[in-house]
């Protein structure tokens, strides 16, 4: 079946102007996550989504980070007035979970959008 | 104390010989434990996950799990080169999974 698709695969902007990066979930999973990771760094956390709702957007780094989901499937993350330091490749996985501790939690990540910053 | 805590490696292991990666963890409550592995320009890929104490063997694969000790592992037998690769213990806190930074492995020919 088909996996997480996200998209573009990259994006290269100007600093200051603002960017959308989407993730197509696998179908059926509830939960959306989105991390980043810099080059040679580990994943860092940004926002995490069961449904539309967002009951955890610990991780994103600044007001110019936001994220949306709508109708429990597509999910979208902007980025407004980017800036050099946010150059990344952002990636999105998704999973069936619905509760902790079980087989529902394990995550399968899209191939990632490679942000460059100018 | 780092959530999820592996060591960086890199990890340089004769090829044929067995891989062993260490993850120790710090929230007594979590319960669901997997390992990813991450080649160079790739996404994760999931190979394990691990419920209960003890071992989970999925071919060349085998996770292991101590509560107790908040320690879990994963054996890669017979290494081959291919299996070169950055090793991502991850770990759920409540429905948030928590990544460590990662083991970089290097199998040698």
């Known amino acids: 079946g088909a996996g997480v698709s996200q998209s573009p695969s990259n994006k290269v902007t100007e600093k200051g102007k603002d960017v959308e990066l989407r993730c197509d979930p696998i179908?059926?999973?509830?939960?959306l996550y989105w991390y980043r990771q810099s080059l040679g760094q580990g994943l860092e956390f940004l926002i995490y989504f069961q449904g539309n709702s967002a009951p955890d957007k610990s991780g994103l780094p600044s007001d110019r980070f936001s994220a949306e989901r709508t109708g429990g499937s597509v999910s979208t993350l902007t980025i407004q007035r980017t800036q050099q330091e946010d150059s990344a490749v952002y990636l999105c996985?998704?999973?069936?979970?619905?509760?902790?501790?079980?087989?529902?939690?394990?995550?399968?990540f899209g191939p990632g959008t490679r942000l460059t910053v100018l | 104390q780092k959530e999820v805590e592996q060591n960086s490696g890199p990890l340089s292991v004769p090829e044929g010989a067995i891989a062993s990666l260490n993850c120790t963890y710090s929230?007594?409550?979590?319960?669901?434990f997997f390992w990813y592995r991450q080649y160079s320009g790739k996404s994760p890929e999931l190979i394990m996950s691990?419920?209960?104490?003890g071992d989970k063997e999925d071919g060349r694969f085998t996770a292991q799990l101590n509560k107790a000790s908040q320690y879990v592992s994963l054996l890669i037998r017979d290494s081959q080169p291919s299996d070169s690769a950055t090793y991502l213990c991850a770990v759920n806190r409540d429905d948030k999974i928590i990544f460590g930074k990662g083991t970089r492995l290097h199998i040698l020919p």
């Open positions: 691990i419920y209960s104490n």
């Open positions: 929230d007594r409550g979590s319960q669901s």
């Open positions: 996985a998704s999973s069936s979970a619905r509760f902790s501790g079980g087989r529902d939690n394990e995550q399968f």
């Open positions: 179908s059926g999973h509830t939960a």
